[in-house]
């Protein structure tokens, strides 16, 4: 089944603690990226990737890392995670950045 | 302002009543897509457009390049169709790889 699988679906964790959120899609799609959803905010681009090694910076980077290093995965990494980064993440790919996206189910994070 | 602002933010239904979700944009761009997110659910991509219209089942999507506005129809709605609407726009210029996106319409539709 083609899919956006994203690890783990609920994370709750202290301030500092580096963590790492997971996401992997099966149908060889080049464009990735993350995004974060908070109340009356709604969904805001984080980091996005157009193919292997190549990652770019979305509307709120702060405090967040990315790597490409296979097609497949496109982790995100909070290496000092603080309460404000407590959201909804999601996941999403597609084919290229001018076709429809496939998302992942989302993590929610709590940083206490 | 937002790029992004789409009307209502709340909408009640009535099971069969016909439903116009509206998004409207200030910049310029090179796709416009319509998402469906249900409570505590995922989110599903519903259309990409860049111009005309697009139709799937009851759900029909417009776009209007000149005026900067698309429409999302429900035709007959559904209970099931209870859920937040979000629409999201890819800029043409620049970065023309990031989603800006509306804070959604959420949908209620009674049986």
């Known amino acids: 089944e083609a899919q956006v699988t994203q690890n783990p679906r609920y994370l709750i964790t202290v301030t500092g603690k580096k963590l790492t959120v997971t996401c992997s899609q099966n149908?060889?799609?080049?464009?990735m990226s993350w995004y974060r959803q908070d109340p009356g905010l709604g969904l805001r681009q984080i980091y996005y990737s157009m193919n292997v090694e190549v990652t770019d910076k979305g509307d709120v980077p702060e405090g967040y890392k990315v790597s490409r290093k296979e097609k497949r995965n496109f982790p995100l990494i909070l290496e000092s995670p603080s309460p404000n980064q407590t959201s909804l993440y999601f996941c999403?790919?597609?084919?290229?950045?001018?076709?429809?996206?496939?998302f992942g189910s989302g993590t929610r994070l709590t940083v206490v | 302002k937002n790029e992004v602002e789409q009307s209502p933010q709340n909408l009640t239904a009535q099971e069969g009543e016909f439903i116009t979700i509206n998004c409207s944009y200030s910049v310029g761009i090179s796709a416009l897509h319509w998402l469906q997110q249900h409570p505590g659910g995922g989110i599903v991509s519903l259309f990409m457009l860049s111009s005309g219209k697009k139709k799937h089942g009851r759900l029909i999507a417009t776009i209007n390049i000149q005026e900067k506005h698309s429409s999302l129809h429900i035709t007959a709605s559904h209970p099931r169709d209870s859920a937040v609407y979000i629409c999201a726009v890819r800029n043409s210029g620049g970065s023309n790889y990031k989603l800006t996106f509306g804070k959604g319409t959420l949908l209620t539709v009674n049986p």
């Open positions: 149908m060889n799609h080049e464009y």
């Open positions: 999403a790919s597609s084919l290229s950045a001018g076709n429809g996206y496939t």
